[in-house]
């Protein structure tokens, strides 16, 4: 499941009180260690906040979907090639660029920048 980026899989969200699952963006791109077994995703949402990205309906290039969605660049993991069960779908480059680009808002690569 080598350079997935942009696909988007639902996955168990961590940090949940009950089992749950959410859909995750994979941003890796096939160059991370481990890239054979897992991947580096954000989570998307169906809330709207302040510093989401909002997901147009035509930055969907394959699946979808049916409610408004959000990606949350702040909520960021690793995820087990094993534990996505269901493929929805997959963005466009431009938006998975722009949602790494707020991800290094949160995480600059280097410190001060």
Same mark, same amino acid.
């Given at each position: 499941?080598?350079?997935?980026?942009?696909?988007?899989?639902?996955?168990?969200?961590?940090?949940?009180?009950?089992?749950?699952?959410? *859909? #995750?963006? +994979?941003?890796?791109?096939?160059?991370?260690? =481990? %890239? /054979?077994?897992?991947?580096?995703?954000?989570?998307?949402?169906?809330?709207?906040?302040?510093?989401?990205?909002?997901?147009?309906?035509?930055?969907?290039?394959?699946?979808?979907?049916?409610?408004?969605?959000?990606?949350? *660049? #702040?909520? +960021?993991?690793?995820?087990?090639?094993?534990? =996505? %069960? /269901?493929?929805?779908?997959?963005?466009?480059?431009?938006?998975?660029?722009?949602?790494?680009?707020?991800?290094?808002?949160?995480?600059?690569?280097?410190?001060?920048?």
């Amino acid at each position: 499941m080598t350079d997935r980026r942009g696909e988007v899989w639902w996955g168990p969200a961590p940090h949940k009180s009950s089992p749950s699952y959410r *859909p #995750w963006l +994979v941003v890796s791109d096939g160059s991370t260690p =481990f %890239d /054979d077994e897992e991947a580096i995703v954000l989570a998307l949402t169906t809330r709207a906040h302040d510093a989401g990205i909002a997901v147009p309906h035509d930055s969907w290039v394959r699946g979808g979907s049916q409610r408004d969605a959000y990606v949350s *660049p #702040w909520y +960021v993991t690793t995820m087990k090639h094993r534990d =996505f %069960d /269901d493929l929805q779908g997959e963005l466009d480059g431009d938006l998975v660029t722009e949602a790494v680009r707020e991800l290094h808002e949160y995480v600059p690569r280097v410190a001060g920048q």
